[in-house]
């Protein structure tokens, strides 16, 4: 097959076969259906199990070409740690332009020959070029600090990115579409829904880039389906749950992941009318969701994040100044100038606890603590948080707050792979295929030529 003009990468987290099959049976994805209709169709194996099965690890295997076993890639925000090169970077060694839009966890190296947009939890790194600061702040708040209404973005950040968009792609009806659901969330419904207007934000920038650089490579990230699936599989399906949810929650989310779904769609048809005659449409999801029913007897799971960092680590009497920054779910992320300070924090933080539970995993890194609240199930409202070396209590609630929702999706390792080419066959292939296989693939498709590290066999 002769090389493709360009590629783009559409990555569409955690979006899960079987309900892609049943929505596009019912009629309600006719872009998706025209896709699958198009191109050559895999089902990818994350081969991985348990905490592994994340995709801040799975993406990372993705654009790297090497396994998990590999990389080391393990948390969020990592990616920059790889020492292999990955795809974003081979493609500009080649000389061939680049435009990496939101890919998770994702390594690239600067100068980069065109442009990259870090994810929304990328804490210690910078887009570039620089003209992308408004953006990826607004985003970056928005999305880490969504369940938390205590904490508001500044004005001038605000202003920064109203003046950013109005330069770069912001359409009329997108801005029609922030108004309606601002208007629509005054009646106390469907806040949800806003991570569409994100989407379409992403959407918008994403094409102004595009028509600029004219990337051969360009990757383009959404995260909307798999948070939805997270918190309201519950709604989709509530058989499959003990912990049946109330009339009130049955009505405004039993639609809230087809919702998520039809959004995307709405996307694909933009790409299939962006990619024309030449360029190769790589559809990706990595990994997938099922229903979670592990947590049924305990009361579903539940997440707990800080209010306030500050207040957390004068709490828990870490001293060294630090940096700090929420990741996802009830994880977050402190950086100390020195790896002694990292490891003193990391005890004082697992000397947090609740009752004979602790309240935090700690994990220490070098000069970087990662840790999450440990606290999966419901708290009572007078529960005290206690600090095990110095003896001070608070309340639990002074210092956390319970996100406004229980987790009901849990990850699987089975993902979706449609490789759309300009000769617009189709073909199903039954076997499974690993992620390590996405790379080469893409590097193929691009005459780009495929590194001795990466094992994994280009499918095309």
């Not at 500009?92 to 994810?119: I, Y």
């Not at 559809?283 to 994040?305: H, I, M, N, T």
């Not at 009901?408 to 499974?432: N, Q």
Request: proline share 6%; aromatic share 10%; glycine share 6%.
């Amino acid at each position: 097959m002769p090389p493709a003009k360009s590629v783009i990468l559409l990555e569409l987290n955690e979006l899960t076969p079987k309900l892609m099959f049943r929505f596009i049976e019912e009629g309600h994805l006719p872009h998706f259906a025209r896709l699958f209709s198009e191109s050559k169709v895999f089902t990818t194996d994350a081969e991985e199990a348990g905490f592994n099965l994340n995709p801040w690890i799975q993406w990372v295997t993705v654009h790297s070409g090497v396994p998990f076993s590999e990389h080391g890639v393990f948390l969020l925000g990592e990616g920059q740690k790889v020492e292999s090169k990955g795809l974003v970077d081979l493609v500009s060694d080649a000389g061939k332009r680049v435009w990496m839009c939101g890919s998770m966890n994702v390594r690239f190296q600067t100068p980069l020959c065109g442009a990259a947009l870090p994810d929304p939890w990328a804490a210690d790194i910078d887009p570039y070029p620089l003209e992308l600061l408004p953006y990826f702040r607004f985003v970056r708040h928005h999305v880490q600090e969504h369940t938390n209404e205590e904490s508001r973005l500044g004005l001038r950040d605000q202003l920064a990115f109203a003046r950013f968009m109005a330069g770069h792609g912001l359409r009329p009806s997108t801005v029609w579409q922030i108004a309606r659901q601002l208007l629509d969330e005054r009646s106390g419904r469907n806040r949800w829904k806003r991570v569409a207007i994100l989407d379409r934000l992403q959407w918008d920038l994403f094409h102004w880039y595009y028509r600029r650089l004219q990337p051969h490579l360009a990757t383009f990230f959404l995260n909307s389906v798999a948070h939805l699936q997270h918190t309201h599989w519950r709604e989709l399906e509530p058989d499959k749950f003990k912990l049946k949810p109330s009339p009130a929650e049955q009505a405004e989310f039993e639609q809230a992941i087809l919702f998520g779904y039809r959004e995307n769609d709405r996307l694909v048809g933009k790409f299939l009318e962006l990619a024309g005659d030449d360029t190769t449409i790589v559809f990706c999801s990595a990994l997938s969701q099922q229903p979670d029913v592990r947590w049924e007897d305990k009361g579903g799971r539940v997440f707990y994040r800080p209010r306030n960092f500050d207040a957390l680590v004068a709490f828990a009497g870490i001293t060294a100044a630090c940096k700090s920054a929420p990741v996802m779910s009830e994880e977050f992320w402190l950086e100390f100038q020195d790896e002694a300070a990292a490891r003193e924090a990391g005890r004082r933080l697992a000397d947090l606890g609740v009752g004979e539970h602790p309240a935090f995993r700690v994990d220490v890194r070098g000069t970087e603590v990662y840790a999450g609240c440990a606290i999966t199930s419901p708290v009572p409202g007078g529960v005290m948080l206690t600090n095990r070396a110095s003896g001070r209590s608070v309340r639990f609630f002074e210092l956390l707050y319970q996100a406004d929702t229980v987790k009901s999706g849990v990850h699987h390792r089975d993902g979706l792979l449609w490789i759309r080419t300009p000769d617009r066959r189709h073909a199903v292939h039954l076997e499974r295929v690993p992620l390590t296989s996405i790379a080469p693939t893409v590097l193929g498709l691009l005459d780009v030529p495929v590194p001795s590290y990466m094992q994994g066999k280009p499918l095309l």
